[in-house]
Every structure is written in C-alpha cells, then in structure tokens.
C-alpha cells in the first residue's frame, strides 16, 4: 500500500473509531442509561456528531482523499485499494454537501427525541411525540435538499442506506410485489389457521435469556466478540467487529417473540463478525447495503429458523429448557412458527405479511416528504393502509403509528431495505443450496457452519468493496429477482395451509 493511500487510511481509521464511540453511547442509552440522563447524552452525541462531520469533511481529508485518488490512478478499479478510494470519495462528497451545524441539529434532535418517543409509546399518546416527528422530518428534508437529488426527494435518503435504490425502484418493487403477498394472504385467510399453542404459555424469562443465547452461538454468533440485552426495540451494533452486541425482547407467554428477535439480530451480528480484518476503519470495512445487512437476518430468521429441517433440530434443545411447553412434535413447532395472519406490530409480523407492513411506510414517508400528508394526520393515515393492506385496524398508536423507533432516530428512507433483504435472502438461499451439498441436512443435524462459511465468502468478505446488486450477481450469479422470494412464499406457506394458487 502506497504512502498516500495508508495516510488516507489512518484518517479514516479515526473517523471510524469516533463512530464506534458514538454507537457504544447509542447502545447505552437504549439499554442501561438512566431515563433522565437523556439531556445531557443528546449533547454528548451532538458533540461527537460534530467532531465526525468536521474530521471526514476537512480539507485535510479532502487533500488525503486527492492523493490517495492519484496514487491509485490507472490500477484494477475492482482492486480493494481503489474501491477504497472511490467508495471514499463519494463519502467524502457527499458530506461536504451537509453543513456542519445541521449535521449536529439533527444529531442532538434524533438523541433527544428518542425518549420522547419511549414516553409517547408507553403512553399511546401520538400527541407527546408529534412534534419531536415534524421537526424529524424537517430536518430531514433540509438535509435531502443539500444532497440533492434528480427527480423524488425520496432519492437522496434511501441513496445512504441502499446505494443505487430509489423511489421509483422501490416504488415498482411493492407493485410486483404486493399483489402477490395479498393474494396468498387472501388465500391463508380462507384456509384453516394453525395452532400455534406450542410457542405460547408460560417461559420464564430467565430460562429465555439462557436458551436463546445458546442457540445464537450454535449457529455461529461468537459470544467472545459479542452480547446479549434487553430493550424495546431489538436491534444489534458495532463496535468493530469484535464487539458486536445484540438485543432482543421478551414476552413470558409468546416464546417466538424472543427466540426469533435472537436469530435475526444474530444474522446481523455474524455478518458484522465476518467483515475482513484487513479492511476494518476503512470506507469499505463495513456493510454493502443495509438491504444486504438485512438479507443476512432475515436468512438465518426465516430460510434456516423457520424451516422444517430447524424445527427437528431445535425441538429436543426446546423441550429440554422449557419441560412445561405443549409442543408434542417438530412438526407442531414448525406450523406454529410460520403461523400466518394478519397482525399489528411489524417486528412480530410472518413472512407473508411483513413486506405489507413495509410497503405501508414507504407510502407514509413519502406523503409525509413531498408534503402530501402532514404529521398531525399520520395515526389516521397509518390506520387507514392498515385496513386496506391487511385487513386490521390498531386499537391504539402503541400498537400503530408509534411501534418503531426509526422515524425517532431519524431513519427516514430505511424501511425499504427490509423488503430488498427478503429478496435477497431467498435468492442467497437457493444459491446456497445448489453448491452445500445436503444444506438441508445439515440444518437438521445443528451443522451451520458450512452455511456461515458460503456467506462469510460470497457475502460478508465483500463488506463494502462492491454495491448491494453487484454482491448478488457475484454472490449468485445473476441479478437480483423477486421471482426467488415469490415461489418461496407461495410454495411454503401453500404446503402448510393446503393452498392450490
């Protein structure tokens, strides 16, 4: 490695560090801090925020950025060092776009504002947090408008999350998609429901924390480099990628909330754990996409958590830390767990149903941009999607328009990466099984490994290095297709309700 591009890398390795800091104290205020500490955490994470913007936006990092950029002028553009560098600089451009005192506002008002809407959740009262939300957009918009964009406003926010994603993309993604999803959940509805007994009574929370942690480290979570907590919202982090900590909720009656929550955060942690070492605090060391990201939780949640192969595995692990439960057979777990029907918390939503509640948001999110809709009409616009797309109305906002803490922290144009994950999963899935021989097998004999190491290769080790659809196509050969999601949905969940679609 040239000198340019190590002195760039060191920059970058302290803006990384910083980061990490700033999602330690993150981690803290939604696990352990003390409620009233939340005013003076909002102005440690705006200081931080400052001191991150002002670092990767100074012209010392600009003239690093330049020499690295000559230095590695006429090399193999694909090369990690020029990806590096080119990743870099549209990093680099795209934050000296932000001005430094609104990168703060928004930084002080998303800590802030989280607590607020803890207070508001709790309450059910959308009039508490309502204000805190307008200002959220606000200052969202405010940022779209410095980033720029050609033709949604849309565009310039999911670009950070989901590079090369944008309105219009995700917009024709939900109309291929969601009448499918509304045809087979019209069909569930006419099927007789399973029993999902199995997975409610009496688990104890304690017996939980013990199983649920087991069964994380058997798929591969590395417990030496990680952790487990509790919050509101389940949610995993990093701090590099050995301390990548995850948390999840639990319910004494529903087991599924609980165990599920873990295997999807795992999939996050495991990816975070794989990232090469060699390219840690660079503007490659992370992930490619959080559309990606989430392909990994969702993968080991549902293709291996959800699967008959799992459930024959994980039902002795079951009956031997809860004794008490009316499970009877693998096959009695694997119908509960894929049980499907409308419900209203998205977290807790099945896989038929769960996109319904993303493309819900989208919607939302754009109304509430393009100033189509205003924030004091968002519980009654959000009950409204919920009758038309799933038939349900929320009785409460605890239950509606504020079960999610993303618009809180200021994740607007996030939600859709959730929906490009599922498809990702599917498609990563069937490649999978076609070059593991037996997968399924060795799901069912508790052998994960050769699955963590297929992603650890054509998934994790990429981390950043190359965009969200050049990792399918490398991953899978071919580029992203719904077609993968849709066959699996129909053909699962026809097999478990004796559909004929």
């Known amino acids: 490695m040239g000198e340019h591009l190590q002195r760039y890398r060191e920059h970058t390795g302290k803006i990384s560090s910083l980061g990490q800091i700033a999602a330690l104290i993150d981690w803290d205020q939604q696990t352990y801090m003390p409620a009233g500490a939340a005013g003076a955490r909002s102005e440690q994470i705006g200081v931080l925020s400052e001191l991150i913007h002002s670092l990767s936006t100074s012209s010392e990092a600009g003239d690093l950025l330049k020499h690295a950029e000559d230095e590695v002028a006429g090399s193999d553009p694909d090369s990690p060092e020029a990806r590096m560098v080119s990743v870099g600089r549209k990093n680099y451009d795209r934050s000296i776009k932000l001005p430094a005192d609104l990168v703060s506002e928004i930084s002080r008002h998303c800590a802030s ?23 959220t957009f606000d200052l969202t918009k405010q940022a779209a408008e410095y980033l720029g964009y050609t033709d949604h406003i849309y565009d310039a926010l999911i670009d950070q999350y989901e590079p090369g994603s944008t309105q219009a993309s995700v917009k024709s993604m939900f109309a291929n998609l969601v009448p499918h999803l509304v045809k087979l959940n019209a069909g569930i509805a ?30 591969g979570y590395d417990l030496n480099r990680g952790r487990q907590d509790e919050t509101a919202h389940p949610f995993c982090t990093s701090f590099s990628k050995y301390d990548v900590r995850i948390t999840t909720r639990y319910d004494e009656q529903f087991l599924q909330q609980g165990l599920y929550a873990t295997l999807h955060e795992a999939g996050h942690a495991m990816y975070e754990q794989g990232v090469p070492d060699e390219w840690q605090g660079t503007p490659i060391g992370g992930a490619a996409s959080l559309g990606i990201h989430e392909s990994q939780s969702r993968l080991w949640e549902n293709q291996v958590g959800r699967s008959r192969a799992f459930a024959n595995w994980i039902f002795p ?29 998205r977290v807790e939503a099945d896989e038929v149903t769960y996109n319904l509640h993303i493309a819900l948001r989208f919607e939302l999110e754009c109304a509430l941009l393009s100033g189509e809709l205003a924030v004091k009409d968002l519980p009654a616009a959000w009950n409204e999607k919920m009758q038309a797309y799933l038939g349900i109305t929320p009785p409460d906002n605890a239950l509606g328009v504020l079960q999610d803490v993303h618009w809180a922290i200021g994740l607007i144009g ?41 992603l650890n290769q054509n998934v994790h080790a990429h981390a950043a290095r190359f965009l969200p659809h050049e990792v399918v196509q490398l991953a899978t050969g071919a580029p992203l297709d719904p077609a993968h999601y849709v066959k699996y949905l129909f053909g699962k969940y026809s097999d478990i309700y004796g559909l004929s679609l």
């Open 113 to 135: 504002a989280i607590s607020v809407w803890e207070e508001a959740r709790e309450k059910s009262d959308f009039s508490l947090f309502a204000p805190a939300l307008k200002k």
């Open 190 to 219: 006419n099927a007789p429901q399973v029993d999902d007994s199995p997975i409610r009574g009496s688990f104890s929370v304690p017996q939980q924390r013990a199983f649920t942690l087991d069964i994380a480290s058997r798929l």
């Open 317 to 345: 692990h079951l009956k031997a830390a809860f004794p008490g439960s009316s499970a009877d057979t693998p096959e009695a777990f694997y119908r509960a767990v894929n049980k499907s029907e409308p419900s209203f918390i």
């Open 414 to 454: 996030y939600f859709p990466t959730y929906s490009i994950g599922n498809l990702v999963s599917a498609q990563l899935w069937n490649s999978a099984e076609t070059v593991i021989p037996d997968l399924t097998g060795k799901i069912q004999r508790g052998e994960f490994a050769p699955l963590l190491a297929w």
